[in-house]
C-alpha cells in the first residue's frame, strides 16, 4: 500500500495505492471519506494520478455525500434552561430534585426528576437510547415492508452510538443507528434508514444504489441536508 496526495484547487486528495492481480483501475471512497485505488500491478504512479485528477470532481462529491452521515453534535449543558432536541423539535430542559428518578418530556420542556447524587447527562441519554430503540423500530416497520418486494429485510436494528455516522449496514445485513438520530425529525430518520436499507441491494454507493436510495425517497437531499444542518 502507497500513499499518496494530490492538489485539486484548494482541496488536498489524499489516497491510498494498493496494486493487485487485475487489467483495471478502481477508485472507491468508503463512508469514512477515505479513498483508495486499487491499481494493476506495473502502472506508474503517473498514471494513477492522472487518473485521480480527471475524478477529482466525482471525488469530492462523494465525499461532500459522506460528510452529511457525519453527526456533529454539539456540547450542550445538562441544567434548567438549556435546550435540547427530541424527534426535530426544541424543549427546555428542566432539572428538579426528586425522590424518584425519571425522565419525561411534559409541554414544551424536557423534564429530569433526579436526586442529589444522580447525573443529569447519563440520565438524559439513557432517556434518548430508550426513546430511539421504540421509535426507530417503529418507524422501520412500514420502509422494511415497502423493501420487501425488492426481496430483501434487515436481520434487525439496533442502536449504537458513532462517532462518524449515522447509520450502517454490516455484511450480514443487520442496519445499525445512531441513538442520535432521535433528536431529528421524523423524515432524517426515514432517510437514514432507506439509505441503509438501500445498501441491502447495492453495497455501494454506485449509480445504481443513488437511483435506488431517488425511486424510494425523491426528496432525500431535502432530508440529508436537513439533518446535516440541525444538530449543528
Given at each position: 500500500?502507497?500513499?499518496?496526495?494530490?492538489?485539486?484547487?484548494?482541496?488536498?486528495?489524499?489516497?491510498?495505492?494498493?496494486?493487485?492481480?487485475?487489467?483495471?483501475?478502481?477508485?472507491?471512497?468508503?463512508?469514512?471519506?477515505?479513498?483508495?485505488?486499487?491499481?494493476?500491478?506495473?502502472?506508474?504512479?503517473?498514471?494513477?494520478?492522472?487518473?485521480?485528477?480527471?475524478?477529482?470532481?466525482?471525488?469530492?462529491?462523494?465525499?461532500?455525500?459522506?460528510?452529511?452521515?457525519?453527526?456533529?453534535?454539539?456540547?450542550?449543558?445538562?441544567?434548567?434552561?438549556?435546550?435540547?432536541?427530541?424527534?426535530?423539535?426544541?424543549?427546555?430542559?428542566?432539572?428538579?430534585?426528586?425522590e424518584k428518578v425519571e425522565v419525561r418530556y411534559k409541554?414544551?420542556?424536557?423534564?429530569?426528576?433526579?436526586?442529589?447524587?444522580?447525573?443529569?447527562?447519563?440520565?438524559?441519554?439513557?432517556?434518548?437510547?430508550?426513546?430511539?430503540?421504540?421509535?426507530?423500530?417503529?418507524?422501520?416497520?412500514?420502509?422494511?415492508?415497502?423493501?420487501?418486494?425488492?426481496?430483501?429485510?434487515?436481520?434487525?436494528?439496533?442502536?449504537?452510538?458513532?462517532?462518524?455516522?449515522?447509520?450502517?449496514?454490516?455484511?450480514?445485513?443487520?442496519?445499525?443507528?445512531?441513538?442520535?438520530?432521535?433528536?431529528?425529525?421524523?423524515?432524517?430518520?426515514?432517510?437514514?434508514?432507506?439509505?441503509?436499507?438501500?445498501?441491502?441491494?447495492?453495497?455501494?454507493?454506485?449509480?445504481?444504489?443513488?437511483?435506488?436510495?431517488?425511486?424510494?425517497?425523491?426528496?432525500?437531499?431535502?432530508?440529508?441536508?436537513?439533518?446535516?444542518?440541525i444538530l449543528s
Amino acid at each position: 500500500m502507497i500513499l499518496q496526495s494530490i492538489q485539486f484547487g484548494s482541496k488536498t486528495i489524499n489516497y491510498q495505492v494498493f496494486y493487485s492481480d487485475r487489467k483495471t483501475l478502481g477508485i472507491t471512497v468508503d463512508p469514512e471519506m477515505e479513498i483508495s485505488v486499487k491499481a494493476p500491478t506495473g502502472i506508474s504512479l503517473e498514471k494513477i494520478e492522472e487518473k485521480i485528477r480527471k475524478r477529482a470532481p466525482w471525488i469530492l462529491k462523494q465525499q461532500d455525500y459522506f460528510l452529511g452521515f457525519f453527526p456533529k453534535m454539539p456540547k450542550r449543558k445538562y441544567i434548567s434552561g438549556e435546550t435540547h432536541l427530541y424527534l426535530g423539535r426544541t424543549y427546555l430542559l428542566k432539572v428538579i430534585q426528586s425522590e424518584k428518578v425519571e425522565v419525561r418530556y411534559k409541554g414544551r420542556f424536557i423534564e429530569i426528576a433526579k436526586t442529589d447524587k444522580s447525573d443529569s447527562e447519563r440520565l438524559l441519554k439513557q432517556w434518548y437510547k430508550v426513546k430511539a430503540k421504540v421509535k426507530f423500530a417503529e418507524i422501520a416497520e412500514p420502509l422494511i415492508q415497502r423493501f420487501e418486494k425488492y426481496n430483501v429485510s434487515p436481520k434487525g436494528i439496533y442502536i449504537q452510538e458513532m462517532s462518524k455516522r449515522w447509520g450502517s449496514c454490516t455484511p450480514k445485513g443487520k442496519i445499525i443507528l445512531n441513538p442520535e438520530l432521535i433528536k431529528a425529525p421524523k423524515a432524517c430518520i426515514e432517510y437514514v434508514i432507506i439509505h441503509e436499507l438501500c445498501h441491502l441491494i447495492h453495497h455501494d454507493h454506485s449509480q445504481k444504489f443513488m437511483d435506488l436510495q431517488s425511486k424510494e425517497m425523491p426528496d432525500w437531499e431535502k432530508w440529508k441536508n436537513k439533518l446535516e444542518n440541525i444538530l449543528s
